[in-house]
Protein backbone atom coordinates (compact mmCIF):
# COMPACT_ATOMS: atom_id res chain seq x y z
CA UNK A 1 0.00 0.00 0.00
CA UNK A 2 2.91 2.22 0.51
CA UNK A 3 5.19 1.64 -2.30
CA UNK A 4 1.24 2.48 -3.96
CA UNK A 5 0.91 5.63 -2.67
CA UNK A 6 4.48 6.64 -3.86
CA UNK A 7 3.79 5.40 -7.69
CA UNK A 8 0.07 6.34 -8.00
CA UNK A 9 1.63 9.99 -7.13
CA UNK A 10 -0.36 10.80 -4.52
CA UNK A 11 -0.33 15.01 -4.45
CA UNK A 12 -0.29 15.45 -0.98
CA UNK A 13 2.79 12.99 -0.91
CA UNK A 14 4.75 15.07 -3.24
CA UNK A 15 3.76 18.34 -1.32
CA UNK A 16 5.42 17.21 1.53
CA UNK A 17 8.50 15.36 -0.12
CA UNK A 18 8.54 18.68 -2.19
CA UNK A 19 8.50 20.93 0.66
CA UNK A 20 10.76 19.02 2.18
CA UNK A 21 13.22 19.35 -0.20
CA UNK A 22 13.14 22.45 -0.46
CA UNK A 23 13.53 23.16 3.18
CA UNK A 24 16.77 21.09 3.64
CA UNK A 25 18.04 21.97 0.11
CA UNK A 26 18.03 25.94 1.51
CA UNK A 27 19.46 25.41 4.50
CA UNK A 28 22.14 23.40 2.99
CA UNK A 29 23.48 25.99 0.37
CA UNK A 30 22.31 28.56 3.34
CA UNK A 31 24.73 26.24 5.38
CA UNK A 32 27.95 26.42 2.60
CA UNK A 33 27.62 29.79 2.01
CA UNK A 34 28.55 30.34 5.50
CA UNK A 35 30.22 27.53 6.38
CA UNK A 36 33.02 26.87 3.76
CA UNK A 37 34.54 30.34 4.31
CA UNK A 38 34.59 30.31 7.82
CA UNK A 39 35.86 27.06 8.01
CA UNK A 40 38.51 28.42 5.43
CA UNK A 41 39.26 31.27 7.04
CA UNK A 42 39.74 29.06 10.20
CA UNK A 43 41.60 26.89 8.53
CA UNK A 44 44.00 29.12 7.38
CA UNK A 45 44.67 31.62 9.91
CA UNK A 46 46.82 30.97 13.17
CA UNK A 47 45.37 33.34 16.18
CA UNK A 48 44.93 33.09 20.25
CA UNK A 49 42.27 31.28 20.97
CA UNK A 50 42.33 29.49 18.38
CA UNK A 51 42.21 25.74 19.67
CA UNK A 52 39.34 27.27 21.65
CA UNK A 53 36.94 28.13 18.53
CA UNK A 54 38.32 24.22 17.17
CA UNK A 55 36.60 22.92 20.08
CA UNK A 56 33.75 25.16 19.59
CA UNK A 57 32.96 24.53 16.73
CA UNK A 58 33.08 20.59 16.76
CA UNK A 59 31.16 20.81 20.08
CA UNK A 60 28.12 22.72 17.63
CA UNK A 61 28.54 19.87 15.32
CA UNK A 62 26.63 17.88 17.85
CA UNK A 63 23.81 20.49 18.50
CA UNK A 64 20.66 18.89 19.11
CA UNK A 65 18.19 19.72 16.52
CA UNK A 66 15.59 20.21 19.53
CA UNK A 67 17.13 22.65 20.93
CA UNK A 68 18.24 24.51 17.74
CA UNK A 69 14.51 24.03 17.58
CA UNK A 70 13.86 25.68 20.80
CA UNK A 71 16.44 28.89 20.64
CA UNK A 72 15.11 29.25 16.97
CA UNK A 73 11.19 29.30 18.32
CA UNK A 74 12.27 31.66 21.28
CA UNK A 75 13.58 34.04 19.11
CA UNK A 76 10.87 34.21 16.57
CA UNK A 77 7.91 34.01 18.34
CA UNK A 78 6.06 36.61 18.96
CA UNK A 79 7.34 37.87 21.62
CA UNK A 80 10.85 36.82 20.92
CA UNK A 81 12.94 39.66 19.33
CA UNK A 82 12.43 38.75 15.50
CA UNK A 83 8.65 38.57 16.39
CA UNK A 84 7.57 41.57 14.25
CA UNK A 85 9.11 39.53 10.73
CA UNK A 86 6.03 36.60 11.49
CA UNK A 87 8.34 33.95 10.99
CA UNK A 88 7.15 31.37 13.14
CA UNK A 89 5.25 28.47 11.36
CA UNK A 90 6.59 29.24 7.98
CA UNK A 91 9.21 27.37 5.43
CA UNK A 92 11.40 30.66 6.34
CA UNK A 93 11.83 29.77 9.57
CA UNK A 94 12.45 25.91 9.00
CA UNK A 95 14.96 26.60 6.90
CA UNK A 96 16.23 28.77 9.38
CA UNK A 97 16.80 26.04 12.09
CA UNK A 98 17.90 23.42 9.82
CA UNK A 99 20.78 26.11 9.14
CA UNK A 100 22.12 26.84 12.08
CA UNK A 101 21.78 23.17 12.49
CA UNK A 102 24.00 22.45 9.83
CA UNK A 103 26.29 25.49 8.99
CA UNK A 104 28.46 23.94 12.14
CA UNK A 105 28.63 20.85 10.60
CA UNK A 106 29.93 22.45 7.29
CA UNK A 107 31.87 24.76 8.67
CA UNK A 108 33.96 22.55 11.00
CA UNK A 109 34.10 19.42 7.92
CA UNK A 110 35.73 21.85 5.57
CA UNK A 111 38.15 23.35 8.16
CA UNK A 112 39.96 19.91 8.14
CA UNK A 113 39.55 19.14 4.21
CA UNK A 114 40.81 22.64 3.86
CA UNK A 115 43.54 22.45 6.77
CA UNK A 116 44.88 18.90 5.08
CA UNK A 117 45.19 21.17 1.79
CA UNK A 118 46.84 24.31 2.67
CA UNK A 119 49.64 22.28 4.26
CA UNK A 120 50.51 20.87 1.08
CA UNK A 121 49.91 23.94 -0.81
CA UNK A 122 51.11 26.76 2.13
CA UNK A 123 54.70 27.08 0.82
CA UNK A 124 53.62 27.70 -2.83
CA UNK A 125 51.06 30.08 -2.04
CA UNK A 126 53.87 32.19 -0.13
CA UNK A 127 56.03 31.90 -2.76
CA UNK A 128 53.66 33.24 -5.33
CA UNK A 129 52.50 36.08 -2.95
CA UNK A 130 48.56 35.15 -2.47
CA UNK A 131 46.61 37.10 -0.73
CA UNK A 132 44.57 35.66 1.85
CA UNK A 133 41.31 36.19 -0.24
CA UNK A 134 43.01 34.47 -2.92
CA UNK A 135 44.40 31.59 -1.11
CA UNK A 136 40.87 31.60 0.28
CA UNK A 137 39.09 31.07 -2.78
CA UNK A 138 41.89 28.80 -4.66
CA UNK A 139 41.97 26.53 -1.60
CA UNK A 140 37.66 26.46 -1.95
CA UNK A 141 38.35 25.65 -5.58
CA UNK A 142 40.88 23.13 -5.47
CA UNK A 143 39.17 21.05 -2.37
CA UNK A 144 35.49 21.47 -4.44
CA UNK A 145 34.88 17.71 -4.32
CA UNK A 146 35.27 17.08 -0.89
CA UNK A 147 33.48 20.36 -0.01
CA UNK A 148 30.40 18.52 -2.30
CA UNK A 149 30.93 15.95 0.02
CA UNK A 150 30.80 18.07 2.73
CA UNK A 151 27.61 19.92 1.56
CA UNK A 152 25.67 16.62 0.98
CA UNK A 153 26.58 15.08 4.48
CA UNK A 154 24.90 18.55 5.74
CA UNK A 155 22.54 18.15 3.56
CA UNK A 156 21.90 14.53 4.90
CA UNK A 157 21.47 15.65 8.10
CA UNK A 158 18.95 18.37 8.01
CA UNK A 159 16.05 16.19 5.45
CA UNK A 160 16.73 13.51 7.97
CA UNK A 161 16.27 15.87 11.34
CA UNK A 162 12.78 16.22 12.84
CA UNK A 163 13.05 18.20 16.42
CA UNK A 164 14.33 21.24 15.07
CA UNK A 165 11.51 21.86 12.08
CA UNK A 166 8.53 20.21 14.37
CA UNK A 167 9.42 23.19 16.91
CA UNK A 168 9.51 26.40 14.14
CA UNK A 169 7.33 24.74 11.85
CA UNK A 170 4.07 23.24 13.84
CA UNK A 171 4.09 20.27 10.98
CA UNK A 172 0.92 22.61 9.51
CA UNK A 173 -0.95 20.51 6.95
CA UNK A 174 0.05 22.45 3.26
CA UNK A 175 1.97 24.78 5.05
CA UNK A 176 5.14 23.24 6.71
CA UNK A 177 4.92 19.79 6.58
CA UNK A 178 7.67 17.85 5.58
CA UNK A 179 8.74 14.57 5.24
CA UNK A 180 9.75 13.94 8.78
CA UNK A 181 7.24 15.49 10.77
CA UNK A 182 4.52 13.64 8.38
CA UNK A 183 6.01 10.43 9.54
CA UNK A 184 6.21 11.55 13.18
CA UNK A 185 2.61 12.49 12.57
CA UNK A 186 0.74 9.72 10.41
CA UNK A 187 2.67 7.21 13.04
CA UNK A 188 0.66 8.17 15.87
CA UNK A 189 -2.23 8.60 14.06
CA UNK A 190 -1.73 4.90 12.46
CA UNK A 191 -1.75 5.74 9.02
CA UNK A 192 0.79 3.60 8.58
CA UNK A 193 0.57 3.38 4.85
CA UNK A 194 1.76 7.30 4.43
CA UNK A 195 4.63 7.35 6.99
CA UNK A 196 5.78 4.25 5.51
CA UNK A 197 5.52 5.44 1.85
CA UNK A 198 7.74 8.65 3.32
CA UNK A 199 9.93 6.46 5.32
CA UNK A 200 10.73 5.14 1.95
CA UNK A 201 11.62 7.99 -0.08
CA UNK A 202 13.84 9.17 2.84
CA UNK A 203 15.46 6.28 2.69
CA UNK A 204 15.61 6.74 -1.26
CA UNK A 205 17.16 10.19 -1.00
CA UNK A 206 19.43 9.04 1.70
CA UNK A 207 21.02 6.12 -0.82
CA UNK A 208 20.98 9.05 -3.14
CA UNK A 209 23.24 11.22 -1.69
CA UNK A 210 25.29 8.26 -0.66
CA UNK A 211 25.59 7.55 -4.18
CA UNK A 212 26.18 10.68 -5.33
CA UNK A 213 29.24 11.23 -2.54
CA UNK A 214 30.81 8.13 -3.76
CA UNK A 215 30.40 9.15 -7.75
CA UNK A 216 31.91 12.40 -7.02
CA UNK A 217 34.81 10.85 -5.27
CA UNK A 218 35.56 8.34 -8.04
CA UNK A 219 35.19 10.88 -10.59
CA UNK A 220 37.39 12.89 -8.78
CA UNK A 221 40.34 10.40 -8.30
CA UNK A 222 40.05 9.80 -11.68
CA UNK A 223 41.13 12.60 -12.50
CA UNK A 224 43.79 12.79 -9.50
CA UNK A 225 41.75 15.63 -8.10
CA UNK A 226 41.46 14.21 -4.31
CA UNK B 1 58.85 10.31 -23.57
CA UNK B 2 59.57 13.05 -26.17
CA UNK B 3 62.05 15.81 -24.81
CA UNK B 4 60.77 19.16 -24.44
CA UNK B 5 60.61 21.51 -27.46
CA UNK B 6 62.31 24.77 -26.68
CA UNK B 7 59.94 27.04 -28.12
CA UNK B 8 60.67 30.73 -27.63
CA UNK B 9 59.23 32.50 -24.87
CA UNK B 10 58.78 36.19 -24.97
CA UNK B 11 57.07 38.07 -22.49
CA UNK B 12 54.87 40.62 -23.54
CA UNK B 13 54.78 42.97 -20.58
CA UNK B 14 58.42 44.22 -20.63
CA UNK B 15 59.98 44.51 -17.22
CA UNK B 16 60.48 47.97 -15.65
CA UNK B 17 63.52 48.77 -16.81
CA UNK B 18 63.94 52.21 -14.79
CA UNK B 19 63.24 50.22 -11.44
CA UNK B 20 66.87 49.01 -9.82
CA UNK B 21 66.82 45.29 -9.42
CA UNK B 22 67.05 42.80 -6.84
CA UNK B 23 70.44 41.86 -7.47
CA UNK B 24 73.20 41.88 -6.51
CA UNK B 25 72.45 40.13 -3.26
CA UNK B 26 74.25 40.36 -0.01
CA UNK B 27 73.94 38.16 3.16
CA UNK B 28 75.97 39.04 6.13
CA UNK B 29 76.09 36.90 9.67
CA UNK B 30 72.68 35.04 8.50
CA UNK B 31 71.56 32.62 11.24
CA UNK B 32 68.58 30.03 11.97
CA UNK B 33 67.52 28.42 14.62
CA UNK B 34 64.95 26.34 14.81
CA UNK B 35 63.45 25.03 18.33
CA UNK B 36 66.77 25.78 20.22
CA UNK B 37 68.81 23.93 16.82
CA UNK B 38 70.80 25.92 15.17
CA UNK B 39 70.48 25.21 11.48
CA UNK B 40 72.54 28.04 9.62
CA UNK B 41 74.87 30.09 11.57
CA UNK B 42 77.29 32.81 10.76
CA UNK B 43 76.66 32.56 7.17
CA UNK B 44 77.83 35.43 4.54
CA UNK B 45 77.05 35.28 0.66
CA UNK B 46 77.78 37.84 -1.92
CA UNK B 47 75.75 37.06 -5.27
CA UNK B 48 76.94 38.99 -8.57
CA UNK B 49 73.62 40.23 -10.67
CA UNK B 50 73.91 37.53 -13.15
CA UNK B 51 74.71 33.86 -14.47
CA UNK B 52 73.61 30.64 -12.33
CA UNK B 53 74.83 30.11 -9.00
CA UNK B 54 74.66 26.04 -7.78
CA UNK B 55 74.23 25.60 -4.16
CA UNK B 56 75.97 22.15 -3.29
CA UNK B 57 76.59 20.38 0.29
CA UNK B 58 75.87 17.08 1.86
CA UNK B 59 72.22 16.07 2.62
CA UNK B 60 71.53 18.45 6.00
CA UNK B 61 73.76 21.12 5.56
CA UNK B 62 71.28 23.86 5.46
CA UNK B 63 70.88 23.74 1.57
CA UNK B 64 66.86 24.05 1.50
CA UNK B 65 66.84 26.44 4.05
CA UNK B 66 69.14 28.29 2.62
CA UNK B 67 67.00 28.81 -0.43
CA UNK B 68 63.80 29.53 1.69
CA UNK B 69 65.33 32.20 3.48
CA UNK B 70 66.36 33.86 0.50
CA UNK B 71 63.31 33.67 -1.18
CA UNK B 72 61.83 35.07 1.88
CA UNK B 73 59.31 32.09 2.89
CA UNK B 74 60.91 32.06 6.60
CA UNK B 75 62.47 34.51 8.96
CA UNK B 76 65.67 34.38 9.97
CA UNK B 77 66.82 34.46 13.38
CA UNK B 78 70.26 36.55 13.11
CA UNK B 79 71.63 38.55 10.42
CA UNK B 80 70.62 40.04 7.26
CA UNK B 81 69.55 39.74 4.01
CA UNK B 82 69.93 42.38 1.27
CA UNK B 83 67.51 42.25 -2.38
CA UNK B 84 68.56 45.64 -3.08
CA UNK B 85 67.47 47.42 -0.44
CA UNK B 86 63.73 46.32 -1.73
CA UNK B 87 60.79 45.07 1.37
CA UNK B 88 60.83 41.50 1.91
CA UNK B 89 56.95 41.25 0.26
CA UNK B 90 58.59 43.14 -3.20
CA UNK B 91 61.68 40.27 -3.21
CA UNK B 92 59.22 37.61 -2.94
CA UNK B 93 56.71 38.94 -5.74
CA UNK B 94 59.79 39.05 -7.80
CA UNK B 95 61.13 35.68 -7.54
CA UNK B 96 59.91 32.21 -8.22
CA UNK B 97 60.93 28.69 -6.56
CA UNK B 98 60.39 25.49 -7.81
CA UNK B 99 60.18 22.91 -5.48
CA UNK B 100 61.86 19.60 -5.29
CA UNK B 101 58.08 17.48 -5.30
CA UNK B 102 55.84 20.00 -7.64
CA UNK B 103 52.94 21.48 -6.26
CA UNK B 104 50.51 21.57 -8.56
CA UNK B 105 46.92 22.45 -7.93
CA UNK B 106 44.00 19.73 -8.70
CA UNK B 107 43.39 21.84 -12.42
CA UNK B 108 43.99 21.12 -15.50
CA UNK B 109 47.44 21.94 -16.55
CA UNK B 110 46.42 25.13 -18.68
CA UNK B 111 44.64 26.27 -15.69
CA UNK B 112 47.45 25.91 -13.46
CA UNK B 113 49.29 28.78 -15.37
CA UNK B 114 46.54 30.61 -15.68
CA UNK B 115 46.09 30.55 -11.64
CA UNK B 116 49.42 32.40 -11.60
CA UNK B 117 48.96 34.77 -14.58
CA UNK B 118 46.10 35.67 -12.75
CA UNK B 119 47.01 36.30 -9.55
CA UNK B 120 49.76 38.16 -11.10
CA UNK B 121 47.85 40.16 -13.14
CA UNK B 122 49.61 39.33 -16.43
CA UNK B 123 47.22 38.74 -19.49
CA UNK B 124 46.50 34.94 -19.70
CA UNK B 125 47.22 35.34 -23.69
CA UNK B 126 50.78 34.15 -22.23
CA UNK B 127 49.68 30.52 -21.42
CA UNK B 128 49.89 29.04 -24.38
CA UNK B 129 53.69 30.27 -25.18
CA UNK B 130 54.45 29.09 -21.58
CA UNK B 131 53.17 26.02 -22.09
CA UNK B 132 55.12 25.36 -25.53
CA UNK B 133 58.02 26.58 -23.65
CA UNK B 134 58.05 23.57 -21.72
CA UNK B 135 56.68 21.24 -24.45
CA UNK B 136 53.45 20.32 -22.50
CA UNK B 137 51.12 22.44 -25.11
CA UNK B 138 49.20 19.32 -25.72
CA UNK B 139 48.40 18.34 -22.29
CA UNK B 140 47.06 21.58 -21.63
CA UNK B 141 43.45 20.03 -21.05
CA UNK B 142 45.01 17.09 -18.81
CA UNK B 143 44.63 17.02 -14.91
CA UNK B 144 47.98 18.48 -13.59
CA UNK B 145 48.29 15.88 -11.51
CA UNK B 146 48.27 12.99 -13.89
CA UNK B 147 51.75 14.24 -15.55
CA UNK B 148 54.61 12.31 -15.45
CA UNK B 149 57.68 13.22 -12.74
CA UNK B 150 59.14 15.15 -15.36
CA UNK B 151 56.05 16.95 -17.22
CA UNK B 152 55.18 17.56 -13.41
CA UNK B 153 58.36 19.56 -12.90
CA UNK B 154 58.40 21.39 -16.59
CA UNK B 155 54.77 22.41 -15.51
CA UNK B 156 56.07 23.49 -12.04
CA UNK B 157 58.50 25.58 -14.04
CA UNK B 158 56.33 27.06 -16.84
CA UNK B 159 54.36 28.57 -13.96
CA UNK B 160 57.30 29.62 -12.16
CA UNK B 161 58.43 31.38 -15.49
CA UNK B 162 54.78 32.71 -15.77
CA UNK B 163 55.40 34.94 -12.89
CA UNK B 164 58.53 36.50 -15.28
CA UNK B 165 60.55 36.22 -12.25
CA UNK B 166 64.12 38.08 -11.99
CA UNK B 167 65.53 35.70 -9.37
CA UNK B 168 64.94 31.56 -10.17
CA UNK B 169 64.83 29.14 -7.23
CA UNK B 170 65.22 25.39 -7.64
CA UNK B 171 65.72 23.24 -5.00
CA UNK B 172 66.41 19.71 -6.38
CA UNK B 173 64.21 20.22 -9.04
CA UNK B 174 65.63 17.13 -11.06
CA UNK B 175 66.15 14.52 -8.08
CA UNK B 176 64.18 11.49 -9.18
CA UNK B 177 63.70 12.29 -13.05
CA UNK B 178 64.93 10.34 -15.57
CA UNK B 179 67.88 11.55 -18.25
CA UNK B 180 65.57 13.23 -20.41
CA UNK B 181 63.51 15.15 -18.79
CA UNK B 182 66.88 16.34 -16.57
CA UNK B 183 68.36 17.34 -20.21
CA UNK B 184 64.68 19.10 -21.08
CA UNK B 185 64.58 21.18 -17.62
CA UNK B 186 68.16 22.13 -17.76
CA UNK B 187 68.05 23.81 -21.13
CA UNK B 188 64.80 25.57 -20.19
CA UNK B 189 67.05 26.63 -17.43
CA UNK B 190 69.45 27.69 -19.64
CA UNK B 191 67.17 29.66 -21.72
CA UNK B 192 65.40 31.44 -18.62
CA UNK B 193 69.61 32.14 -17.49
CA UNK B 194 70.19 33.36 -21.08
CA UNK B 195 67.63 35.64 -21.06
CA UNK B 196 68.39 37.28 -17.70
CA UNK B 197 66.82 35.37 -15.33
CA UNK B 198 69.11 35.13 -12.30
CA UNK B 199 69.38 31.32 -11.14
CA UNK B 200 69.80 30.32 -7.93
CA UNK B 201 69.41 26.31 -7.51
CA UNK B 202 70.39 23.34 -5.51
CA UNK B 203 71.40 20.02 -6.65
CA UNK B 204 73.60 16.68 -6.04
CA UNK B 205 74.03 16.07 -9.78
CA UNK B 206 77.90 16.87 -9.98
CA UNK B 207 76.83 16.46 -13.59
CA UNK B 208 74.18 19.34 -13.84
CA UNK B 209 76.49 21.44 -12.02
CA UNK B 210 79.24 21.48 -14.23
CA UNK B 211 76.71 21.91 -16.70
CA UNK B 212 74.79 24.85 -15.42
CA UNK B 213 76.98 26.63 -12.63
CA UNK B 214 78.66 30.15 -13.10
CA UNK B 215 79.89 29.38 -9.38
CA UNK B 216 79.18 27.16 -6.65
CA UNK B 217 78.12 27.85 -3.31
CA UNK B 218 79.18 24.89 -1.07
CA UNK B 219 77.44 24.97 1.98
CA UNK B 220 78.83 22.62 5.36
CA UNK B 221 77.34 22.61 8.59
CA UNK B 222 75.00 25.90 7.93
CA UNK B 223 77.99 27.94 6.72
CA UNK B 224 79.86 28.80 3.21
CA UNK B 225 82.91 26.07 2.95
CA UNK B 226 83.86 27.51 -0.21
CA UNK B 227 82.46 30.07 -3.06
CA UNK B 228 83.93 29.82 -5.97
CA UNK B 229 83.66 30.24 -9.76
CA UNK B 230 82.65 26.53 -11.77
CA UNK B 231 85.59 27.06 -13.78
CA UNK B 232 87.81 26.55 -10.40
CA UNK B 233 85.65 24.81 -8.32
CA UNK B 234 85.31 21.56 -9.92
CA UNK B 235 88.79 20.61 -10.85
CA UNK B 236 90.46 22.21 -7.91
CA UNK B 237 88.29 22.59 -4.64
CA UNK B 238 89.53 24.60 -2.22
CA UNK B 239 88.24 23.64 1.17
CA UNK B 240 88.46 19.78 2.24
CA UNK B 241 84.70 19.34 2.69
CA UNK B 242 83.99 20.43 -0.91
CA UNK B 243 87.10 17.82 -1.68
CA UNK B 244 85.49 14.88 -0.32
CA UNK B 245 81.80 15.28 -1.63
CA UNK B 246 83.68 15.64 -5.30
CA UNK B 247 85.13 12.35 -4.33
CA UNK B 248 82.24 10.83 -3.08
CA UNK B 249 83.29 10.98 0.50
CA UNK B 250 81.26 11.18 3.34
CA UNK B 251 81.96 14.86 4.92
CA UNK B 252 81.12 14.97 8.56
N1 LIG C 1 61.45 22.42 11.20
C1 LIG C 1 62.70 22.07 11.57
N2 LIG C 1 63.07 22.05 12.85
C2 LIG C 1 64.31 21.71 13.24
N3 LIG C 1 65.25 21.36 12.37
C3 LIG C 1 64.97 21.34 11.07
C4 LIG C 1 63.69 21.69 10.59
N4 LIG C 1 63.69 21.58 9.26
C5 LIG C 1 64.93 21.19 8.90
N5 LIG C 1 65.69 21.04 9.99
C6 LIG C 1 67.11 20.65 10.01
O1 LIG C 1 67.83 21.67 9.34
C7 LIG C 1 68.96 21.12 8.70
C8 LIG C 1 69.03 21.64 7.30
O2 LIG C 1 67.94 21.18 6.56
P1 LIG C 1 67.82 21.42 4.99
O3 LIG C 1 68.02 22.84 4.69
O4 LIG C 1 66.54 20.80 4.54
O5 LIG C 1 69.04 20.56 4.45
P2 LIG C 1 69.45 20.26 2.94
O6 LIG C 1 70.81 20.86 2.78
O7 LIG C 1 69.53 18.77 2.82
O8 LIG C 1 68.43 20.85 2.04
C9 LIG C 1 68.82 19.61 8.78
O9 LIG C 1 69.73 19.13 9.72
C10 LIG C 1 67.40 19.39 9.25
O10 LIG C 1 67.33 18.28 10.08
MG1 LIG D 1 66.96 20.01 0.75
Known sequence: ?226 | MSNAQIATFSPTAQRVTTDPCLLPLRVRDLGLKCAETSILHGLDLDLAPRGCTVIMGPNGAGKSMLLKLLHGLIQPTAGRIEWGGKSPTEVTARQAMVFQKPVLLRRSVGANIDFVLKARRKPLTQRDSLLEHVGLLHKARDPARRLSGGEAQRLALARALASEPEVLFLDEATASLDPASVKAIEDIILDASARGIRIILVTHDIGQAKRLADDVVFLQGGRVAEHSAARDFFPNPQSPAARDYLNGRLVF
Open chain 1, 1 to 226: MAVQLVISGDADLFEIVGLSLRVSLSATLLACLIGFPVGALVAISRFPGRGAVLVLMNALMGLPPVVVGLLVYLHLSRSGPLGFLGLLYTPTAMIIAQTILIAPIVAALSRQVIEDLHAEYAEQFRSLCLSRMQTVTALLWDARYSLLTVGLAGFGRAVAEVGAVIIVGGNIDHLTRVMTTAIALETSKGDLALALALGLILLVIALGVNAAVQGLRMSARRQAYV
